[in-house]
């Protein structure tokens, strides 16, 4: 709301993220980091984006559960 109480809306018939608009990698990296980061720290965060990423590399998915603090 503006401070002279005008309210102004927009209509958005879908959002990033919808199976017709998917995320980019880099969109799917930008926000998990940003919900991750306050959490795990950056460092841990970027670990974690990374082992997802290679998953399928993974000799062990303890790793992974060690990363995120399960």
Do not use: C
Request: proline share 6%; charged share 25%; net charge positive.
């Amino acid at each position: 709301m503006q401070q002279d109480g005008r309210r102004f809306e927009i209509y958005v018939p879908y959002v990033v993220g919808f199976p017709s608009h998917p995320m980019s990698k880099a969109d799917v990296e930008a926000k998990a980091l940003e919900l991750m980061t306050p959490r795990l720290g950056a460092g841990r965060a970027r670990d974690v984006v990374a082992a997802v990423w290679n998953i399928e590399g993974l000799a062990k998915g303890g790793r992974l559960s060690a990363l995120i603090g399960v």
